[in-house]
């Protein structure tokens, strides 16, 4: 079931002062035109899970003016703080779903969206969100770790491997069944979210270069960051080598 939380933003869109002149300063960004501004208020991002850096996406989305947001999370508690935290920062509609991942109805979920975001801690229910939108053709922008240490992949259908796939390429072996013991401080929920909104504008607004299949591991302690290249389809999977084919 899905419903807007508190009532929701309502139907229409309302352009209020300030909303107006934060379109008037995203204009003077450099390389940024009025065709842009138009394919991002057209766009729709779905958010899988808003506990972590999804909540983090979930702002800078709503700020720089995506259309749509929903915001999916099993908890309600969490829905209802993370819409109370994005609500009223522009003029996007933002919405709420209370949804276990699961593959039942995933699919007609994830098709109302343009983009989906793993804002998830189950790694079940991250492979799970990659299946599907492998199958339903749909972008999705993949943050996964503890600590100090993630990994961070846009997977696009038909350039991708899927995530099943594409983390022991990566050298990624060990995916945990459990959430992961180590939880992230807010600054390094605040990077990863920061990155998967970014990864998600481009996107939608069709600007800047995503590979599809590199796969990026950030050590924030060291310092250190590794792009693994070369994460195309496999041609016997039956997820990435299917969209690939079709
Ligand atoms: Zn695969």
Not at 68 to 76: G, M
Not at 127 to 151: E, N, T, W
Not at 169 to 182: C, K, N, S
């Amino acid at each position: 079931m899905s419903y807007p939380c508190n009532g929701g933003i309502g139907e229409q869109t309302v352009l209020i002062p300030e909303h107006l002149s934060n379109k008037v300063r995203q204009l003077a960004l450099p390389g940024m035109s009025t065709d842009i501004l138009s394919r991002l208020s057209a766009g729709s991002v779905l958010i899988a899970g808003v506990q972590s850096s999804g909540l983090v996406a979930a702002k800078y989305l709503v700020e720089a003016g995506v259309g749509k947001v929903w915001l999916v999370d099993e908890d309600p508690k969490a829905l209802s703080a993370a819409y109370k935290s994005v609500e009223g920062l522009s003029e996007s509609e933002v919405l709420c779903r209370a949804w276990k991942v699961d593959g039942h109805d995933a699919e007609s979920i994830f098709s109302q969206s343009d983009v989906i975001i793993d804002g998830l801690a189950n790694w079940q229910e991250k492979l799970l969100v990659s299946d599907v939108c492998m199958h339903i053709g749909k972008p999705l922008v993949h943050a996964g770790g503890s600590g100090f240490r993630y990994q961070l992949f846009t997977m696009c259908p038909s350039r991708s491997a899927c995530l099943r796939c594409a983390f022991p390429l990566a050298g990624i072996d060990d995916v945990p069944l459990q959430p992961p013991e180590h939880k992230s401080i807010a600054t390094v929920l605040g990077i990863v979210g920061a990155w998967q909104a970014l990864e998600s504008i481009k996107l939608i607004a069709k600007i800047g270069a995503i590979q599809g299949n590199e796969l990026t591991k950030i050590d924030w302690l060291s310092g250190e960051f590794e792009t693994i290249r070369g994460l195309d389809p496999r041609k016997d999977c039956p997820d990435c080598g299917r969209a690939a084919k079709s």
